[in-house]
């Protein structure tokens, strides 16, 4: 029996009785296990949020108890009086309750100073470095693919889930074929009943020599062993938990891990470039921050809902922060370092790294990185994932925080 | 006598001498034309679809029997073919009251209680929500623009499946990924339409032209926030996209350089659809930049940028990657610099060179692109041999599916194109596509005149249903862990009620929006099977393997095909099933439309 197979017979719930389970090999057991709903030894997972644009840290986490900052930002900057007090010195912009509630449950780690020396200033450079993890240099291979790589060099199928439009670099592997899949609903072969046979072939691709043809031919395959998983677990997923207006796919990755996908990396994107508030960004990106709050609070309540929440943790990064000094068109223009956060029920809430100074700033009034980004990566990858050797993957050894419970 | 020659095309084209095989490897870089004696129906099939969306086997025949030159300049210097494509028909949605269009509600409803008035909206004089008028007039014309661009957009389609001019189609396509603007930012079709007008008067012609053009039109001002670059405080989005996207790339300026070009455009504005030059927000002090210092404008910044040896290299190479294949050596994208340069930035020959060329025909570049979406959508319907792009399935709605929406491009980068066109998900839905054409929906509801957002539909129905404003635009979910902060805060100031807005100017967009047609495509392939003069079933899977595949599915898999088709038909004969074969063809042919290898170009 072919493990497709099994997956398909699992998930439609037939054929599988007691003494179906008990005369089968370990291996498969477990995954019948899995798709029942029960996590097989739990393994931790990895959620990565990105918020595409280059969000403005500094009207995210507010710094209110620093008058540099309204120095800075005389028209943009928000006052302290609006703020959600976390301390005596942050708060966050008014629509962060999610955020707040998060933080001061101790469930939400905030990581101050994020980047990397002589960073670029254009999303799709310094965007295609956080991809990578290798800043002025770049790489074939995304972070979260080169992850993938080290931990499952057998690269078995799902091990990483990106769920958008299109791939993102970060995901990319040299072993592993990602799966990608936008709507779950459609995430189908809508074929007609005389078409399944051919539909259900495999095709020896030995003699291609043609490689966008064997690219395609490999996807097919991809596609053909992932999607009636993956459309099953949408269909089955039912959430009393209000995501609010945008719920950045997060309920779609409950659903999978509800469904015992054997995912252990998820990517998910705030995506089109939201973040990038040049201009009159005082409402927009108030909005922007409410729905990324909103979603990321109740993605932890539907973990706990469906009994994953130890096993989940979420990153969350923006390719850089915003120019210190607010610009005259009331937004801010391409800057530098800014925060990351980790939320998880297993991440120890609080302060991360040094808060950069609002002070002394760049040649180009820009934030000066306290903290590499890579250290955050080499955080999850070690300290959650579990995997020690980080250098191998991120090419160099990065002081990680003790951020996990 | 249009049978017998159809016949000869078919029986031309079966024996398995694709594409793919053929030409020898050494073409590779090699700029050298292509020779007469090499000239062949596969390369004009290759031809015809990179420098345009493909054809029917006549059309490619016609090629055929050109010489490379003639079939490669009848493409490239296609003005003197006659093209009759009509105008965009506006519905007429917009009014002077709207302009200028404020950036968000908040400031609409600021506006109007400052001044009494906003888009051409006075205040209500008394009565509940004196302000809603205003906001619903506001949430009009946001929609209104919407729909009026999936019209400009079904225009544009229009254009590509039915004309003469496929290069001049392919290139405003290219130009569209590369000033990449999306309706959603700038929220005026009548910009978009402006925007694609220039592709197509320019697309082939000037760069310079097209570039100086390109920073004069209000999509592109209003999308790169040029309006608000002022003197005294430069605001750099503009001027760091010109460079980094739009002619040099990143990494051949500094940050410095990007300040003074910002610098340079200051008051670059816009009024309406005109380009204006406020003086005294521009900035005439001397800018020192990429090493020459002058009291610059911003034509003359373009001129410096084009002036750089890295910009001609930089836009030849891109128009390679998006004609013929993704990795262009550095020496052949010198050489094609070399081209540009020679021409004055003229377009026009070094598109004559790239598609005469031994390279283009070399087995590395041919059958080796993966097509966009909007590139199979309107190559499917050519090849069908459509005159024009078929309202069901919806256009819009099926390529935004597949990752290419007309008007908007993921962000001022474009799409990425290559292999990103592919994921799992999305080669499925490429065959889901194939699909819905050939077996139209019988379910199926325009897009532009349902609503999507479930939030309207509520709301109006509970309007309709004659519930309170308050009432009817009250939130329902909730729940555990409570309401999220968003749908509590969503809106509840008395001058106006923003649910109700939106679901008003919605309603008034659907009045004044004229409705895109909505016809199935009109395909026929018992017919086309019929004039092809093909005898079994055999012959059949060959033809259309041939006439909508430029890379064939492997060999097993084609003897599956006609398997399945002798199955469907109850015998090899197709005259015995020409009464009813159409629907087994129709699936043969959605067969054939989700194989991996359709998606090759």
Same mark, same amino acid.
């Given at each position: 029996?072919?493990?497709?197979?099994?997956?398909?017979?699992?998930?439609?719930?037939?054929?599988?009785?007691?003494?179906?389970?008990?005369?089968?090999?370990?291996?498969? $057991?477990?995954?019948?296990?899995?798709?029942?709903?029960?996590?097989?030894?739990?393994?931790?997972?990895?959620?990565?949020?990105?918020?595409?644009?280059?969000?403005?840290?500094?009207?995210?986490?507010?710094?209110?108890?620093?008058?540099?900052?309204?120095?800075?930002?005389?028209?943009?900057?928000?006052?302290?009086?609006?703020?959600?007090?976390?301390?005596?010195?942050?708060?966050?912009?008014?629509?962060?309750?999610?955020?707040?509630?998060?933080?001061?449950?101790?469930?939400?780690?905030?990581?101050?100073?994020?980047?990397?020396?002589?960073?670029?200033?254009?999303?799709?450079?310094?965007?295609?470095?956080?991809?990578?993890?290798?800043?002025?240099?770049?790489?074939?291979?995304?972070?979260?693919?080169?992850?993938?790589?080290?931990?499952?060099?057998?690269?078995?199928?799902?091990?990483?889930?990106?769920?958008?439009?299109?791939?993102?670099?970060?995901?990319?592997?040299?072993?592993?074929?990602?799966?990608?899949?936008?709507?779950?609903?459609?995430?189908?072969?809508?074929?007609?009943?005389?078409?399944?046979?051919?539909?259900?072939?495999?095709?020896?691709?030995?003699?291609?020599?043609?490689?966008?043809?064997?690219?395609?031919?490999?996807?097919?395959?991809?596609?053909?062993?992932?999607?009636?998983?993956?459309?099953?677990?949408?269909?089955?997923?039912?959430?009393?938990?209000?995501?609010?207006?945008?719920?950045?796919?997060?309920?779609?990755?409950?659903?999978?891990?509800?469904?015992?996908?054997?995912?252990?990396?998820?990517?998910? $994107?705030?995506?089109?470039?939201?973040?990038?508030?040049?201009?009159?960004?005082?409402?927009?990106?108030?909005?922007?921050?409410?729905?990324?709050?909103?979603?990321?609070?109740?993605?932890?309540?539907?973990?706990?809902?469906?009994?994953?929440?130890?096993?989940?943790?979420?990153?969350?990064?923006?390719?850089?922060?915003?120019?210190?000094?607010?610009?005259?068109?009331?937004?801010?223009?391409?800057?530098?370092?800014?925060?990351?956060?980790?939320?998880?029920?297993?991440?120890?809430?609080?302060?991360?790294?040094?808060?950069?100074?609002?002070?002394?700033?760049?040649?180009?009034?820009?934030?000066?990185?306290?903290?590499?980004?890579?250290?955050?990566? $080499?955080?999850?990858?070690?300290?959650?994932?579990?995997?020690?050797?980080?250098?191998?993957?991120?090419?160099?050894?990065?002081?990680?925080?003790?951020?996990?419970? | 006598?249009?049978?017998?020659?159809?016949?000869?095309? #078919?029986?031309? @084209?079966?024996?398995?001498?694709?594409?793919?095989?053929?030409?020898?490897?050494?073409? +590779?870089?090699?700029?050298?034309?292509? #020779?007469?004696?090499?000239?062949?129906?596969?390369?004009?099939?290759?031809?015809?679809?990179?420098?345009?969306?493909?054809?029917?086997?006549?059309?490619?025949?016609?090629?055929?029997?050109?010489?490379?030159?003639?079939?490669?300049?009848?493409?490239?210097?296609?003005?003197?073919?006659?093209?009759?494509?009509?105008?965009?028909?506006?519905?007429?949605?917009?009014?002077?009251?709207?302009?200028?269009?404020?950036?968000?509600?908040?400031?609409?409803?600021? @506006?109007?209680?400052?001044?009494?008035?906003?888009?051409?909206?006075?205040?209500?004089?008394?009565?509940?929500?004196?302000?809603?008028?205003?906001?619903?007039? &506001?949430?009009?014309?946001?929609?209104?623009?919407?729909?009026?661009? +999936?019209?400009?957009?079904?225009?544009?389609?229009?254009?590509?499946?039915?004309?003469?001019?496929?290069?001049?189609?392919?290139?405003?396509?290219?130009?569209?990924?590369?000033?990449?603007?999306?309706?959603?930012?700038?929220?005026?079709?009548?910009?978009?339409?402006?925007? @694609?007008?220039? &592709?197509?008067?320019?697309?082939?012609?000037?760069?310079?032209?097209?570039?100086?053009?390109?920073?004069?039109?209000?999509?592109?001002?209003?999308?790169?926030?040029?309006?608000?670059?002022?003197?005294? #405080?430069?605001?750099?989005?503009?001027?760091?996209?010109?460079?980094?996207?739009?002619?040099?790339?990143?990494?051949?300026?500094?940050?410095? /350089?990007?300040?003074?070009?910002?610098?340079?455009?200051?008051?670059?504005?816009?009024?309406? @659809?005109?380009?204006?030059?406020?003086?005294?927000?521009?900035? !005439?002090?001397?800018?020192?930049?990429?090493?020459?210092?002058?009291?610059?404008?911003?034509?003359?910044?373009?001129?410096?940028?084009?002036?750089?040896?890295?910009?001609?290299?930089?836009?030849?190479?891109?128009?390679?990657?998006?004609?013929?294949?993704?990795?262009?050596?550095?020496?052949?994208?010198?050489?094609?610099?070399?081209?540009? %340069?020679?021409?004055?930035?003229?377009?026009?020959?070094?598109?004559?060179?790239? &598609?005469?060329?031994?390279?283009?025909?070399?087995?590395?570049?041919?059958?080796? +692109?993966?097509?966009?979406?909007?590139?199979?959508?309107?190559?499917?319907?050519?090849?069908?041999?459509?005159?024009?792009?078929?309202?069901?399935? !919806?256009?819009?709605?099926?390529?935004?599916?597949?990752?290419?929406?007309?008007?908007?491009?993921?962000?001022?980068?474009?799409?990425?194109?290559?292999?990103?066109?592919?994921?799992?998900?999305?080669?499925?839905?490429?065959?889901?596509?194939?699909?819905?054409?050939?077996?139209? !929906?019988?379910? &199926?509801?325009?897009?532009?005149?349902?609503?999507?957002?479930?939030?309207?539909?509520?709301?109006?129905?509970?309007?309709?249903?004659?519930?309170?404003?308050?009432?009817?635009?009250?939130?329902?979910?909730?729940?555990?862990?409570?309401?999220?902060?968003?749908?509590?805060?969503?809106?509840?100031?008395?001058?106006?009620?923003?649910?109700?807005?939106?679901?008003?100017?919605?309603?008034?967009?659907?009045? %004044?929006?004229?409705?895109?047609?909505?016809?199935?495509?009109?395909?026929?392939?018992?017919?086309?099977?019929?004039?092809?003069?093909?005898?079994?079933?055999?012959?059949?899977? /060959?033809?259309?393997?041939?006439?909508?595949?430029?890379?064939?599915?492997?060999?097993?898999?084609?003897?599956?095909?006609?398997?399945?088709?002798?199955?469907?038909?109850?015998?090899?004969?197709?005259?015995?099933?020409?009464?009813?074969?159409?629907?087994?063809?129709?699936?043969?042919?959605?067969?054939?439309?989700?194989?991996?290898?359709? +998606?090759?170009?």
């Amino acid at each position: 029996m072919k493990r497709r197979d099994l997956l398909k017979t699992g998930l439609y719930g037939i054929g599988i009785g007691a003494t179906g389970l008990a005369r089968m090999p370990a291996l498969f $057991a477990q995954t019948a296990q899995a798709l029942a709903g029960r996590p097989a030894g739990s393994p931790r997972i990895l959620v990565v949020l990105e918020l595409s644009g280059g969000n403005d840290g500094l009207n995210t986490l507010v710094p209110y108890g620093d008058d540099a900052y309204y120095r800075q930002r005389p028209r943009i900057g928000i006052r302290a009086s609006n703020v959600r007090k976390i301390d005596d010195h942050f708060g966050f912009s008014s629509g962060m309750a999610g955020f707040e509630r998060l933080y001061k449950d101790g469930k939400l780690a905030v990581v101050h100073g994020c980047g990397y020396a002589n960073p670029s200033l254009s999303h799709f450079t310094s965007m295609a470095y956080w991809h990578t993890a290798a800043p002025n240099r770049g790489d074939e291979f995304g972070w979260a693919g080169r992850t993938a790589d080290a931990i499952a060099p057998k690269a078995p199928p799902n091990f990483l889930v990106n769920i958008d439009s299109r791939q993102s670099l970060a995901v990319r592997s040299r072993l592993h074929t990602p799966l990608v899949f936008d709507d779950p609903r459609k995430f189908a072969r809508e074929g007609f009943y005389q078409e399944r046979g051919i539909f259900a072939q495999d095709v020896d691709t030995g003699s291609v020599s043609n490689p966008s043809q064997r690219f395609l031919l490999d996807v097919a395959r991809s596609a053909k062993s992932a999607s009636a998983t993956v459309k099953e677990a949408w269909a089955k997923y039912k959430s009393p938990v209000d995501y609010g207006i945008n719920s950045l796919d997060l309920p779609k990755v409950v659903s999978l891990i509800d469904a015992g996908m054997p995912t252990r990396l998820y990517y998910v $994107a705030y995506r089109n470039n939201a973040f990038d508030t040049h201009v009159f960004q005082g409402d927009l990106h108030q909005r922007l921050l409410t729905y990324t709050s909103d979603a990321v609070a109740a993605f932890l309540v539907d973990l706990e809902r469906i009994g994953r929440a130890d096993d989940v943790a979420l990153m969350i990064f923006s390719e850089f922060g915003r120019r210190v000094p607010e610009n005259t068109s009331l937004g801010t223009d391409h800057g530098t370092a800014n925060l990351m956060f980790a939320a998880g029920k297993k991440v120890k809430g609080g302060h991360y790294g040094q808060v950069p100074s609002l002070t002394r700033l760049d040649e180009g009034d820009n934030l000066i990185h306290t903290t590499d980004f890579r250290q955050v990566y $080499a955080t999850m990858i070690s300290g959650w994932l579990g995997f020690k050797d980080t250098a191998s993957i991120l090419n160099g050894s990065f002081q990680t925080f003790e951020m996990f419970s | 006598m249009l049978r017998l020659l159809n016949l000869a095309v #078919a029986l031309a @084209l079966v024996p398995a001498a694709f594409a793919q095989t053929a030409g020898p490897g050494a073409w +590779q870089n090699d700029l050298t034309p292509i #020779a007469r004696s090499d000239w062949n129906y596969d390369f004009a099939a290759h031809l015809l679809e990179r420098a345009g969306f493909g054809g029917t086997p006549e059309q490619i025949q016609a090629l055929a029997r050109l010489t490379p030159a003639e079939a490669v300049r009848q493409l490239v210097y296609f003005q003197k073919i006659e093209n009759n494509l009509p105008a965009f028909d506006h519905s007429g949605v917009h009014d002077p009251g709207l302009e200028p269009f404020p950036e968000s509600r908040p400031a609409v409803t600021k @506006l109007a209680k400052e001044k009494g008035e906003a888009l051409g909206i006075k205040v209500k004089a008394g009565g509940d929500r004196p302000l809603q008028p205003v906001v619903n007039k &506001f949430f009009y014309w946001l929609r209104a623009s919407v729909l009026e661009t +999936q019209r400009v957009s079904y225009w544009w389609a229009n254009r590509m499946v039915g004309t003469q001019h496929p290069l001049e189609e392919k290139m405003a396509l290219f130009w569209h990924g590369h000033f990449a603007v999306n309706e959603n930012k700038v929220r005026d079709y009548r910009k978009m339409l402006g925007q @694609l007008e220039l &592709f197509h008067k320019h697309g082939t012609g000037n760069f310079r032209e097209l570039m100086i053009a390109e920073a004069k039109s209000p999509a592109m001002l209003s999308f790169l926030d040029a309006g608000v670059n002022v003197k005294g #405080a430069p605001n750099e989005n503009f001027a760091r996209e010109i460079m980094e996207l739009f002619t040099m790339g990143v990494g051949n300026y500094t940050e410095k /350089d990007i300040r003074e070009a910002a610098r340079a455009f200051t008051g670059w504005n816009y009024v309406d @659809l005109k380009f204006v030059v406020n003086e005294e927000q521009h900035d !005439d002090g001397p800018k020192t930049f990429l090493g020459k210092t002058g009291n610059f404008d911003g034509v003359q910044i373009i001129d410096i940028i084009l002036q750089q040896p890295v910009t001609a290299r930089y836009i030849a190479g891109k128009i390679y990657r998006y004609f013929v294949r993704q990795d262009p050596s550095p020496e052949l994208q010198e050489k094609l610099a070399g081209v540009l %340069r020679s021409a004055n930035y003229n377009l026009s020959p070094l598109l004559e060179a790239i &598609f005469l060329s031994r390279d283009f025909y070399s087995p590395t570049s041919v059958g080796t +692109q993966i097509k966009s979406p909007v590139q199979l959508a309107v190559s499917t319907f050519r090849k069908m041999g459509l005159k024009t792009a078929p309202g069901v399935p !919806d256009f819009n709605v099926a390529t935004g599916t597949l990752g290419q929406r007309l008007f908007s491009p993921p962000t001022v980068a474009g799409w990425s194109g290559g292999r990103s066109w592919i994921t799992p998900g999305l080669l499925l839905e490429r065959g889901n596509f194939a699909r819905d054409i050939l077996f139209p !929906d019988i379910n &199926f509801i325009p897009p532009d005149r349902a609503n999507p957002s479930a939030d309207v539909r509520i709301v109006a129905d509970k309007i309709r249903a004659g519930l309170d404003i308050s009432t009817a635009t009250m939130p329902e979910r909730g729940s555990e862990g409570g309401l999220a902060e968003s749908n509590m805060l969503a809106d509840r100031d008395e001058d106006f009620n923003t649910r109700y807005g939106s679901f008003r100017g919605w309603q008034m967009a659907l009045e %004044r929006v004229k409705p895109i047609p909505r016809h199935t495509a009109d395909v026929d392939l018992s017919r086309m099977v019929t004039d092809a003069g093909l005898k079994n079933t055999t012959e059949v899977v /060959d033809y259309f393997i041939r006439r909508f595949m430029r890379v064939p599915p492997v060999n097993e898999k084609r003897q599956e095909l006609v398997k399945f088709l002798n199955g469907e038909i109850g015998t090899t004969d197709v005259a015995a099933a020409k009464t009813y074969m159409e629907d087994a063809l129709r699936l043969l042919l959605h067969l054939i439309m989700s194989e991996p290898e359709y +998606q090759l170009s």
